[in-house]
């Protein structure tokens, strides 16, 4: 059964659209496409569009999007809108270290960004924007530490960057890197693997004094 659409994209500009939607995908959520000026089905909880057509909307949940910035974060907003959460409850942000890193962000168990291929400064930098952008009552990092020494490296620079109250786990990778399917293992992808490590209970790191 196919779920209904809750966000609208209402824009005539290719670029915005483009960059808004490829995140919607990216986060399996279902949207409806519209032009601006048409109708809002009512069953549409929140509109995404710019701010030279914003004024053609009406609808009382509207949010404008700048086509130069990262839409990670006004889609993040508009998912908030859709579960009704000014604030998440828990948001588990999993880290699958090595040559290049996997980074995933899972808030209130639905996956909301899958990241690959990053340096460890990259790695970190998109780690903070997050932990700023969804609010939330309560902050995990769950590093994986099939690596020790590069996991280490990064659990420190977190730790220094980070206030106390965030939460950051030493996680066991068993069973983090492979899907097991009808008899056959497959390796996972770097991201892929980062949501097993954010899903796995891990060992509570002890700050330095």
Not at 13 to 34: E, H, W
Not at 125 to 133: M, V
Request: charge should be positive; charged fraction near 30%.
């Amino acid at each position: 059964m196919k779920v209904k659409a809750q966000i609208a994209v209402a824009t005539v500009s290719g670029r915005a659209y483009f960059k808004i939607v490829n995140k919607l995908k990216d986060m399996n959520l279902p949207f409806l496409s519209l032009v601006p000026g048409e109708p809002i089905p009512p069953w549409i909880k929140v509109v995404i569009t710019t701010e030279s057509e914003k004024q053609s909307i009406s609808h009382p949940k509207v949010l404008v999007y700048n086509s130069e910035l990262d839409p990670s974060s006004i889609v993040c907003e508009a998912l908030r809108i859709i579960m009704s959460k000014e604030i998440y409850e828990d948001l588990v942000i999993g880290v699958d270290p090595g040559k290049t890193f996997g980074v995933a962000v899972i808030a209130d168990g639905k996956t909301i960004r899958r990241e690959e291929g990053l340096s460890m400064e990259k790695a970190i930098d998109l780690i903070l924007d997050e932990l700023k952008r969804n609010p939330s009552n309560n902050q995990t990092i769950r590093i994986g530490r099939g690596l020790p020494e590069i996991a280490e490296e990064i659990a420190r620079r977190l730790e220094a960057a980070l206030p106390e109250n965030i939460l950051i786990e030493m996680v066991d990778e068993n069973g983090t890197s492979t899907l097991k399917s009808r008899g056959f293992k497959r390796k996972l992808s770097d991201a892929d693997s980062a949501i097993k490590i954010a899903s796995k209970k891990g060992e509570p790191r002890l700050r330095s004094v």
